[in-house]
């Protein structure tokens, strides 16, 4: 499936940041409470140079990055230990990267409504985010003070509680004066992976040439439209026409099919369909039939899966916090259910499982 594959970023690093203020460890609020009280006290910074490693570890080894920052404006120049050699500019609306050992340039158009969660989120939301998700699983503590990079942080830890938890253990270290992230080491789906800034300077001045790239002559040029690889509405019509005979949860007892989505996969058609109750978000299905030689399921480990029993079938569930995801394949098609209601409990979920029809 496609939330299973390795994501790239076209040479873009996108870093966790969290604000933080000077706060005393032995007050009587928890850790939670601190970090959302000094979360309202962040002063970003919009300009700076700075430099980093990234060990991205089994995944995607390590690499030497450059950063120019400005206003929204983005440049990275990576090195990795292959001598693979990238240097991509964000100006703003439009995206380009080079690879300069294949000589290939790929260039992407950023509608404004894509930017959210891309390159827009303060580092107060991406820390909003980053707790939210691993409050409940997770115990967090502000560890101490510590230098990175010779500059003053604070040393953050959110340790997973459970060894089943999605996410495992996660340490950040915060600048005192900048607010922004100098180290983050993270165990996600298995992998260990750490970002270490080793130069901030938040004095430099930082020109607008550093976000235009000059594209040799003879470099190969890929346009890609985002547009092109979004999810695409469609009727239960075409849903039949390209799946035949599948399962699908009827709409009943305040149930209602919102949206089908044609989800634009290249190996196969898959579908996406979306469900409110009593006019709330319930969840979604997404199915696909299996083509050929597909093995692609199954507990992986590395994700933290669990095997349990769909219908009858074996299954897997992910489980973190208020993510719940359901997965398992009968009679030829592969099905996936992501609940959207953090009321919906797994016994929620699988109750509606057991309720599917053929679609004809």
């Known amino acids: 499936m496609k939330w299973k594959k390795s994501l790239r970023a076209v040479g873009l690093v996108t870093a966790l940041s969290i604000g933080l203020i000077a706060c005393n460890t032995e007050s009587s609020y928890s850790p939670q409470e601190v970090v959302a009280q000094a979360l309202q006290e962040t002063k970003e910074i919009s300009s700076y140079y700075a430099e980093y490693t990234l060990d991205m570890g089994e995944i995607g080894g390590k690499a030497e990055v450059k950063e120019w920052v400005k206003d929204g404006k983005r440049r990275i120049e990576m090195t990795t230990e292959n001598e693979e050699h990238n240097i991509t500019v964000y100006d703003g609306l439009q995206m380009i990267s080079l690879d300069v050992v294949k000589n290939h340039v790929l260039k992407m158009e950023l509608p404004e409504e894509q930017l959210d969660g891309l390159n827009n989120q303060s580092p107060k939301e991406q820390a909003e985010m980053m707790l939210n998700m691993v409050k409940d699983t997770h115990s967090i503590s502000i560890t101490g003070e510590e230098k990175i990079g010779g500059r003053d942080t604070y040393h953050i830890v959110a340790k997973a509680k459970k060894e089943d938890t999605l996410f495992g253990d996660l340490d950040v270290w915060i600048d005192k004066k900048t607010w922004q992230m100098l180290k983050i080491t993270t165990i996600n789906f298995g992998n260990k992976m750490t970002t270490e800034y080793t130069k901030m300077d938040t004095e430099t001045k930082i020109e607008d040439t550093q976000f235009t790239l000059d594209i040799p002559e003879d470099a190969t040029v890929e ?10 509405k469609v009727s239960l019509d075409v849903l039949k026409e390209k799946l035949g005979q599948f399962l699908m949860v009827p709409e009943a007892d305040g149930l209602q099919v919102i949206k ?11 579908f996406a369909i979306t469900y409110v109750k009593d006019d709330l978000p319930a969840f979604s299905v997404s199915v696909f039939k299996i083509i050929g030689n597909y093995t692609e399921f199954g507990v992986d480990s590395a994700v933290r899966e669990k095997e349990i029993e769909v219908r009858g079938q074996k299954g897997t569930l992910m489980e973190q916090g208020d993510f719940r995801l359901i997965s398992w394949q009968e009679n030829g098609y592969q099905y996936s259910i992501i609940a959207e209601n953090p009321d919906l409990t797994v016994e929620d979920i699988l109750a509606f499982t057991e309720k599917m029809t053929i679609v004809q």
């Open 260 to 270: 089908i989505e044609d989800m634009r996969v290249e190996e196969r058609p898959e």
């Open 223 to 232: 346009e890609v439209n985002l547009e092109d690889n979004l999810p695409e």
